[in-house]
């Protein structure tokens, strides 16, 4: 019987282990993870950035023709100038000239108006670019260290396991099945030491008649209100 005890004690030694060796490597986990997600937030905003300024330059390219356009209409109107033969004539090709002139003058200022947004977004691409090598620059470096640790303590947590598995294996099934459930159910806290009369897993005072046979460790038993496996401390 004291041996069943100790072999549970061992296991749940060895599982707390596990269990923390586990939560760390979430830990390395989910950092990796929060690289990964930064760069694809930033990237992301770097693509959305990207495709405006493409329309932005599109708009600008298609206004830049409309420009050249309306300068050719300019020359080409002012080329009539010298065969006008009336004052009337010469008045209306004066008043298209200047509308053109005034259409040139507002495709320009257009055409700035988006030059001047490109360069706010070109400003905010540089800013995103710097952010986004600055979090590949991080990951890399502090990527490295996470798939040491990563590989480090995967073995430490196969020879835990192993170990795990050879004194599971001298355990009895059923024990062994209640001491998992109540492992699982029990926040990683199985057995509970029986002390002074009460279990120390849930402070409770324990049937007297149950504690006095505790002691002399005839057989496993349960705390009645918790359910955790109870085990006195024998003197070695
Ligand atoms: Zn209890």
Redesign the pocket.
Known sequence: MQNQMNLLKDLQEIDQEISAIEATRKGYRDELDAFTADATRVQEMLDQLNDEVAVLQQGEAELQQDLLKERDNVVRVEARLPEIQTQKEYVAVLKEIDVAKKANKEIEEQMQAKQQEIKTLEEDRQEKETELAAIQEKAEARGEELKTLLAESEEVLLKRTKTRESVAAELPTGLLRKYHTLFQRRGGLAL?LAKNGA?L??N?QLPPQQYNKLLKVTEIQS?P??N?ILYVEVDA
């Open positions: 509970a279990c897993g849930c409770m705390c209100h918790c955790r």
